[in-house]
């Protein structure tokens, strides 16, 4: 037997007008929402970088894209293509070699060193696929493989092309509370409701940004361009390395005490170059979705608090550089319009936002004393993240101006909310749920 609902509150529950009550509109309910997108929009750091094109409008249990690798890209890769000369099959991953008159002598060579021995001297290799030269920079590589048409053509310069899709699923999040009739009847705070909506909201934007920030961090590792510094190299970590998106990874322990150098930022900025990742960055400004701004002048760089000494105090490329000379405070070079929430300085390329909440890797790296590290006993580990724009869609915080993307559930204490469990009615309670969905487009 349903309860009576007349002149009962109603709390909304997925719109940000609100649902009327029995007694009338609840017009201080659309005050406590706005008021609370405006409090979160000053704890998001990760959530405005989501990709606005791809922000999901219908929620479902899976979030999915289709990638289309560019043809002259090396991860274009497959058996499709054709030689320009002799319509000989490209088999990925063998070799083609020329002499040194152009002549090929050899296309189907199984590794570089056997290419380069058919060459002979002043010869050129390329490897085969069907991106034609693929990423290759060689000049003798990309003249052998331009697409060159005879006056009859003929069945040659077959290329091919990749589509990959990406995929996320979307994970269900939520918490409640409860209070008592008498803390809403004597407690000294007139606006009580009002904090409680605006806590809950910043509580579970904090929760979504750490669970953004976590699948940022891995994919970066994992997927992204991962970049290993160190000012000591040693058999624990890789110096002034970069492992290309895709290729094959081997798990690291930094050693003790490395610490990032500015040439170590150089080299990462030349590796994300070379990965053509954006140097323009597109953030969401405000709690709309449709309030954005681009940041020029170079890529965003996310650090901890704690990293803040180590950035300032970091010298330039310049060998007799003094302390702090490699560091450029924000405000010698930006205006309000054009900077970013927690930005502090540029080093380099990088424009450095500080990121209070910023996770770390605690013991992550080599035992204090050694420099292979094993399980979790080692030295602190702290990320130094760039997100390339039109990386990644999520789900975030932000509003059309119609709706919100999560769900709240109110209900006071009364006789409407009375049973079993509660005969008398003086509990209530406020619940918020919400949908967490995240999708690498480009990792």
Same mark, same amino acid.
């Given at each position: 037997?349903?309860?009576?609902?007349?002149?009962?509150?109603?709390?909304?529950?997925?719109?940000?007008?609100?649902?009327?009550?029995?007694?009338?509109?609840?017009?201080? #309910?659309?005050?406590?929402?706005?008021?609370?997108?405006?409090?979160?929009?000053?704890?998001?750091?990760?959530?405005?970088?989501?990709?606005?094109?791809?922000?999901?409008?219908?929620?479902?249990?899976?979030?999915?894209?289709?990638?289309?690798?560019?043809?002259?890209? &090396?991860?274009?890769?497959?058996?499709?293509?054709?030689?320009?000369?002799?319509?000989?099959?490209?088999?990925?991953?063998?070799?083609?070699?020329?002499?040194?008159?152009?002549?090929?002598?050899?296309?189907?060579?199984?590794?570089?060193?056997?290419?380069?021995?058919?060459?002979?001297?002043?010869?050129?290799?390329?490897?085969?696929?069907?991106?034609?030269?693929?990423?290759?920079?060689?000049?003798?590589?990309?003249?052998?493989?331009?697409?060159?048409?005879?006056?009859?053509?003929?069945?040659?310069?077959?290329?091919?092309?990749?589509? #990959?899709?990406?995929?996320?699923?979307?994970?269900?999040?939520?918490?409640?509370?409860?209070?008592?009739?008498?803390?809403?009847?004597?407690?000294?705070?007139?606006?009580?409701?009002?904090?409680?909506?605006?806590?809950?909201?910043?509580?579970?934007?904090?929760?979504?940004?750490?669970?953004?920030?976590?699948?940022?961090?891995?994919?970066?590792?994992?997927?992204?361009?991962?970049?290993?510094?160190?000012?000591?190299?040693?058999?624990?970590?890789?110096?002034?390395?970069?492992?290309?998106?895709?290729?094959?990874?081997?798990?690291?322990?930094?050693?003790?005490?490395?610490? &990032?150098?500015?040439?170590?930022?150089?080299?990462?900025?030349?590796?994300?170059?070379?990965?053509?990742?954006?140097?323009?960055?597109?953030?969401?400004?405000?709690?709309?979705?449709?309030?954005?701004?681009?940041?020029?002048?170079?890529?965003?760089?996310?650090?901890?608090?704690?990293?803040?000494?180590?950035?300032?105090?970091?010298?330039?490329?310049?060998?007799?550089?003094?302390?702090?000379?490699?560091?450029?405070?924000?405000?010698?070079?930006?205006?309000?319009?054009?900077?970013?929430?927690?930005?502090?300085?540029?080093?380099?390329?990088?424009?450095?936002?500080?990121?209070?909440?910023?996770?770390?890797?605690?013991?992550?790296?080599?035992?204090?004393?050694?420099?292979?590290?094993?399980?979790?006993?080692?030295?602190?580990?702290?990320?130094?993240?760039?997100?390339?724009?039109?990386?990644?869609?999520?789900?975030?915080?932000?509003?059309?101006?119609?709706?919100?993307?999560?769900?709240?559930?109110?209900?006071?204490?009364?006789?409407?909310?009375?049973?079993?469990?509660?005969?008398?009615?003086?509990?209530?309670?406020?619940?918020?749920?919400?949908?967490?969905?995240?999708?690498?487009?480009?990792?």
């Amino acid at each position: 037997m349903a309860l009576s609902t007349a002149n009962a509150y109603k709390s909304p529950s997925s719109t940000a007008s609100g649902t009327e009550s029995g007694i009338g509109p609840q017009a201080i #309910t659309d005050y406590y929402f706005k008021k609370a997108l405006i409090a979160v929009r000053d704890h998001q750091y990760f959530m405005p970088l989501a990709d606005v094109r791809a922000m999901p409008k219908h929620m479902g249990k899976k979030i999915k894209q289709d990638v289309y690798v560019p043809l002259l890209d &090396v991860l274009n890769t497959g058996d499709q293509g054709l030689d320009a000369a002799e319509a000989a099959y490209q088999v990925a991953g063998t070799w083609t070699a020329w002499n040194a008159a152009g002549e090929r002598t050899s296309y189907a060579e199984e590794n570089e060193t056997d290419a380069i021995t058919a060459a002979g001297a002043n010869g050129d290799v390329a490897l085969n696929d069907q991106n034609l030269y693929g990423s290759q920079k060689d000049t003798g590589a990309i003249l052998n493989k331009i697409p060159t048409l005879r006056e009859h053509g003929g069945r040659v310069n077959r290329v091919g092309f990749t589509r #990959t899709q990406v995929e996320g699923e979307l994970l269900k999040r939520g918490f409640f509370t409860e209070y008592t009739q008498e803390s809403m009847d004597f407690d000294s705070d007139s606006e009580l409701l009002s904090h409680i909506v605006e806590e809950a909201l910043v509580g579970a934007n904090e929760i979504t940004e750490a669970e953004l920030q976590k699948d940022l961090v891995t994919t970066a590792t994992s997927d992204g361009t991962a970049y290993f510094c160190s000012t000591a190299p040693s058999g624990a970590a890789v110096a002034g390395s970069t492992v290309a998106a895709g290729a094959t990874r081997t798990a690291l322990k930094l050693a003790v005490d490395e610490v &990032v150098i500015y040439e170590d930022l150089m080299n990462l900025s030349i590796a994300l170059d070379d990965n053509k990742t954006p140097k323009q960055t597109k953030v969401i400004s405000g709690s709309r979705m449709i309030d954005t701004k681009t940041v020029m002048g170079g890529r965003i760089m996310y650090i901890g608090s704690e990293l803040i000494p180590v950035v300032r105090k970091m010298k330039s490329i310049d060998p007799s550089s003094n302390v702090g000379d490699g560091f450029i405070s924000v405000e010698k070079y930006a205006d309000a319009a054009n900077t970013v929430h927690g930005e502090i300085g540029s080093v380099d390329q990088f424009r450095i936002v500080v990121v209070p909440e910023m996770q770390h890797d605690r013991k992550g790296g080599a035992e204090d004393g050694s420099t292979d590290g094993t399980g979790k006993n080692g030295v602190d580990i702290f990320p130094m993240l760039v997100v390339g724009d039109g990386a990644f869609t999520t789900i975030g915080f932000q509003t059309d101006g119609k709706s919100v993307k999560f769900s709240v559930n109110h209900k006071k204490p009364g006789k409407e909310i009375a049973s079993l469990d509660d005969p008398y009615g003086e509990v209530g309670f406020y619940s918020i749920k919400w949908y967490y969905g995240f999708m690498a487009l480009r990792p």
